[in-house]
């Protein structure tokens, strides 16, 4: 079977949620079946990355983001009804890329990750085209939580965005032969605020790549492995550093906090001033961060999908302390292994445990485990039946 692999970021390298996803995704069908890959990059160090993306399938084609111009067209865009994810998204390059594509191997499906990309679903040379639409979470909803969040005139425009996408959302889901996304809260709400069923093909978290080593020396210190400039992460992470982390220095004095992550904005590294809050920036390897932390934390008020963060702080035997709002993305299984606290007060709590009571080898081991079943191949196989089942469902149309 010949795939179409359309995706909004270029699924490598996997250092974030919606890339890693689609990495494993694109591995696991690549061993099974053709599959070529357009993509959008919004940078040239992205751009840099699509020879490895290329390694893995059997061609790999990139469009640049022109993001200025973009941001200029999405104030325009305002007063119509097209969402301004797609404004801010678009590429003339991308529907060039696409048509060279399926003019050297017509596909028999087209998987379209994410919303953000499934517009050219819509349009030559794909409008014939069964699809597939992983829409990994419902966007239109965090648009809606982000606009009862924010004050004017963010409020406006996220508002906006909520009713535009939620509209293309439904379109999208039509137009699909299937839609999946990653949880069964993500599956419940699709079928609550977008009157279509979905199936839920969970995210997955690589076992033996982020177990730790045999000897690792811990640090009282606490990690938050995020994109800082992503809204509700920033949000998080000022909440940590004002609100809860004055009261574990309190109770100990040495600890300190490691914000790692890309794109750290303005608001996060002016966390820096404070001697115990190291913000990183992009790392080359987030692991030995999390190995040698005491706990790792995931302080979302506003969270959409799993948190991948979070299933890979367990599979490194980390401690972890979230929000109600993650601990529900969550897997059963992680979920038990996870601290949940639901005020500032209660956070600060848990973190000063996790520092004056380190995890024993047993306990963390414990938590690997909570961990062990949730392989990404084993959870996204149901692609392989879904795709078929597109391709065969169309090949069928078309007999009749």
Known sequence: MRILFLTHRLPYAPNRGDRIRSYHLLRLLARHHEVHVVSLVHDDEEHRHLGEVAALV???????????????????????????????????????????????????????????????????????VPCVLDMVDVDSEKWSDLAGRTGP????IYRREARTLRAFERRAMERALATAVVSERERMLAERVLDHSALTVPVGVDVNAWSPPARIDRAPEIVFCAVFNYA???????????????????????????????????????????????????????????????????????????QTKVLEALAAGAPCIVTPAVLDGLPVAARNACLCREDARGFAEAIVACLLHPASEARRTEIRQSVQDLDWDVQLAPFLDILKGAAAAQSETLRG
């Open 232 to 306: 509700p992460n920033e949000e998080g992470a000022m909440w940590l550093a004002s609100e809860v982390w004055p009261s574990v220095r309190r109770q100990v004095p040495n600890a300190r906090l490691k914000l790692v992550g890309m794109h750290p904005s303005a608001r996060v590294r002016a966390l820096a001033v404070d001697g115990s809050i190291e913000v990183t920036g992009a790392v080359a390897d987030v692991r030995p961060h999390v190995w040698r932390s005491a706990a790792a934390v995931a302080p979302l008020w506003l969270s959409r999908g799993t």
């Open 58 to 128: 059997a061609s790999a084609r990139a469009a640049k983001v022109t993001k200025f111009r973009n941001h200029v067209a999405a104030l325009l865009a305002l007063p119509g009804d097209r969402p301004l994810t797609h404004v801010l998204l678009a590429s003339p390059a991308f529907n060039t890329a696409i048509h060279e594509s399926v003019a050297a191997a017509p596909p028999d499906v087209v998987l379209s990750f994410c919303t953000g990309v499934a517009p050219a679903v819509f349009t030559e040379p794909l409008s014939r």
């Open 153 to 156: 005139p963010m409020k406006w």
